[in-house]
Antibody
Framework: EVHLVESGGGLVEPGGSLRLSCAASGFTFSSYSLIWVRQAPGQGLEWVSSISSSGGYKYYAESVRGRFTISRDNAQNSLYLQMSSLRSDDTAVYYC????????????????WGQGTLVTVSS | QSVLTQPPSVSAAPGQKVTISCSGSSSNIGSNYVSWYQQLPGTAPKLLIYDNDKRPSGIPDRFSASKSGTSAALGITGLQTGDEADYYCGTWDSGLSAGQVFGGGTKLTVL
């Protein structure tokens, strides 16, 4: 059974940094692309970043480009999101999810989701 | 403002049918597969439909979807109170800033 478990969320001051992790199990991690999606309180889903199975292709939402970095360690079955220069509007639950394809794009659909980790940016 | 447009809310009685629309453009829905997600209160999103009209294992056939041009639709028949949730459409946008896009979400109320 596929499991995705996010961690690393918490309270951080504006301008600060945080690193989220997503530990995966139950599938061949290195074969599938992954995504970070966030949801601000009471709001809808917002795409943050996607990464291909090899890590060679990375995509970012305009709202986080230059501040967030997505990466993965296929040997450790882990996905990461390094977040810096955090702002109050980055406050959200952050979810990681798994695609059924190797590269984000045309056929991407997010088949498995973690339970999310809450990031609160506040002074 | 979401790239994909969904109605904020829909409602219907138990046992009835409801349709949720999702409107996009040629760079997203018009050229890529659409997926649909259900988010029950307080839980993570769950995949309902992928590749425009395919159901993952375990999703009942009460849920169906279609795509035509730059629009897509999710249909739910035999509504149950347990179907009350937020529903999101999603697809890839192949435009200048390529990336995943989602609709703003539709709150389904089963009266």
């Amino acid at each position: 059974e596929v499991h995705l478990v996010e961690s690393g969320g918490g309270l951080v001051e504006p301008g600060g940094s945080l690193r989220l992790s997503c530990a995966a199990s139950g599938f061949t991690f290195s074969s599938y692309s992954l995504i970070w999606v966030r949801q601000a309180p009471g709001q809808g889903l917002e795409w943050v970043s996607s990464i291909s199975s090899s890590g060679g292709y990375k995509y970012y939402a305009e709202s986080v480009r230059g501040r967030f970095t997505i990466s993965r360690d296929n040997a450790q079955n882990s996905l990461y999101l390094q977040m810096s220069s955090l702002r109050s509007d980055d406050t959200a639950v952050y979810y990681c999810a798994r695609d059924e394809t190797a590269n984000p794009g045309f056929g991407s659909s997010w088949h498995n989701w973690g339970q999310g980790t809450l990031v609160t940016v506040s002074s | 403002q979401s790239v994909l447009t969904q109605p904020p809310s829909v409602s219907a009685a138990p046992g009835q049918k409801v349709t949720i629309s999702c409107s996009g453009s040629s760079s997203n829905i018009g050229s890529n597969y659409v997926s649909w997600y259900q988010q029950l209160p307080g839980t993570a999103p769950k995949l309902l439909i992928y590749d425009n009209d395919k159901r993952p294992s375990g999703i009942p056939d009460r849920f169906s979807a279609s795509k035509s041009g730059t629009s897509a639709a999710l249909g739910i028949t035999g509504l149950q109170t347990g179907d009350e949730a937020d529903y999101y459409c999603g697809t890839w946008d192949s435009g200048l800033s390529a990336g995943q896009v989602f609709g703003g979400g539709t709150k389904l109320t089963v009266l």
